[in-house]
């Protein structure tokens, strides 16, 4: 799977620039047989960040909910032109028809040109996972974070995770566990855990949150630790037309050579069928945001066409 999304301003006054923020990503599925399984995933970004609250927001999966998650939070005014660029690579084994062992690794780089800096971070990850259900399941794992940039430490870590269905609407999962830092990372040791729970509360509503403290791999930047809280509410109030609102916050723990960083994202969206594969929406973004005791906000209200074609019909 190749995707691509570029996001541009221009404007008819000399006094602005225009801004260019460009989004890839390329992904790799192979089920070598009926006990391998590969993971192949690649994605980056590149342009002027002060733009990335125009862009179409990423959803993430929550159970059978598309949600928007805690990196909708995370933004930089000031930050000039990023470069971020993220790798993984997965193998699944399945050991038994209920029993399956999973390892990854990946690696996460991102600049900030006009704060000058530059982090990376090198993360794997081994676990052992056991359906207990049809509906339910159980996983321990260890992890291991090394940063190396603008802060040279390692993280290591392990828990438990849950995953349930309670029932054809309802989805929920949780993990955590100890992470320790070696003393280069200061004192922040602590327990990272996430969650996420998702339910369908009528044939024409649903909702999401989700939940987490872990190791910072986004992009808030040279950071340890990550806190992230969203929700979300989806109704529909027409035969072609649906209302979401969305709400999230993030922030990232101070360390003596950084600053710390605290973002709050709010949407509220109305999406429309036209038909023929067009529909429409109106939104409103809102931003607040804290980098290093500077206080900043984003307002941003958008209409918007899209175009899906049918399944083996291009042109409409």
Known sequence: LLQYQPTITGYTSSAYSNQRMHAASATIL?????????????SGNYGQDSIR???????????????VGPNASSYLPDAGTVTYLTGSAGVKYRKSERDSIEFDVANTYSHYSGLGKASSIATSRLGYERDLSPTAGIRVYGQAYSYYGAINCESYGGGVA???????????????GPQLNTPACGRQQGFSYSAAFSTRLTGKSQLYMLAGREPTISYLGPGLWETSVSAGYQRQVTSVGTVSIDGGHASSDTLTTTSSYHGTF???????????????????????????????????????????????????
């Open 162 to 176: 849950v995953k349930w269905r309670a029932s054809d609407a309802t989805f929920f999962s949780l993990s955590g």
């Open 30 to 42: 192979d089920n070598v047989n009926e006990r391998w399984k590969l993971d192949l995933k690649a």
């Open 53 to 67: 609250l125009l862009a179409p927001q990423q959803s993430v999966a929550v159970g059978e909910v598309p949600g």
């Open 266 to 316: 709010f949407d509220c969206i109305y999406n429309y069928h036209l038909g023929h594969g067009l529909s429409g929406s109106y939104s409103y973004r809102g931003y607040v945001g804290d980098t290093g005791g500077s206080n900043f906000r984003r307002n941003v209200a958008l209409f918007s066409l899209s175009w899906t074609p049918s399944t083996g019909r291009l042109f409409q």
